[in-house]
């Protein structure tokens, strides 16, 4: 089977920055400002895509220095039009620059971990806590198993009867393997379950979510891999050595 590659990138361009801002970076705002001691940030985003999220977090936030790291130079593109303010750099999350070492109060990522496999989790990690400050924060947004199962998925597309090229993005790894890896960075981890607020329709693409009501959740997110996603903020301080 070929190697799996993160696509399914193209509506961030096509689409913009939404109207409002996402349920999912308010509740990343809010989280800063609960666990950070400063209000005036140096800020890293990985898997930043058109830098969305930095924008909104320059809205909240006093914001010395924003940069945002993706893999895809035309998502990149876009975002240093829509925020000029802000550096964007092309970087994988498994080998960011070494000048980004400590640069940063908080790094950010949003929907990019479960991208990853069970071979280059602990590496996503490890630059997450290399490029943050000792003492400052990392926060990960990704859906979580509490079943104690780590789940390495592989997804395509069929479009006009064909298949497409295997795709990743929908690992979804257990908050126990999560824990012990960042055990290795950080003794002060916290898990917040997210939880979205309204209903979301389902639109063309099968791979994005959308909501439906379940015995346990009138909000449960699913999308066209038949998951159950249950996304999971983790927000891990830096040890200080
Ligand atoms: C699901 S999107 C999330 C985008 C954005 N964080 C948000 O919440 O709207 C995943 C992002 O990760 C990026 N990505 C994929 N592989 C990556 C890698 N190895 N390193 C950094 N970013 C990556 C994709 O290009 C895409 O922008």
Redesign the pocket.
């Known amino acids: 089977m070929k190697e799996a ?2 696509r ?2 193209q509506h ?1 361009i096509n689409e913009g920055w939404s109207s409002e801002p ?1 349920e ?2 308010k509740s990343l705002a809010r989280i800063i400002k609960r666990y950070s001691e400063h209000q005036d940030l140096n800020l890293l ?6 830098g ?2 930095l924008g909104f977090l320059s809205t909240e936030f006093e914001c010395y220095r924003l940069v945002g ?4 130079q035309g ?1 990149l593109d876009t975002g240093a039009r829509l925020l000029p303010k802000a550096e964007f750099v092309l ?4 080998d960011l620059p070494e000048s980004f070492a400590e640069q940063f109060d908080v790094v950010t ?4 971990m479960s ?2 496999n069970e071979s280059e989790i602990e590496s996503f990690w490890e630059n997450l806590f290399a490029a943050v400050k000792p003492g400052g924060l990392v926060i990960v ?1 990704s859906p979580l198993n509490e079943f104690g199962v780590d789940a390495m998925i592989r997804h395509r597309k069929r479009q006009e009867g064909e298949p497409g090229s295997w795709e990743t ?1 929908w690992n979804i790894f257990s908050q126990e393997t999560i824990s012990e890896i960042v055990a290795n960075h950080s003794v002060d981890v916290k898990f917040e379950r997210f939880r979205i607020p309204f209903a979301i329709e389902r639109r063309d693409d099968p791979i994005r979510t959308w909501t439906m009501q379940t015995e346990n959740k009138d909000l449960q997110l699913t999308n066209g891999l038949k998951l159950l996603i249950d996304h999971c903020f983790v927000v891990a301080r830096k040890s200080v050595v």
């Open positions: 590659a993160y399914n990138h961030y996402k999912t970076f985003d990985v898997g930043c895509a058109t969305e999220l790291a993706d893999i895809t998502l970087a994988s999350a498994l990522s949003i929907g990019c991208i990853f947004l993005g």
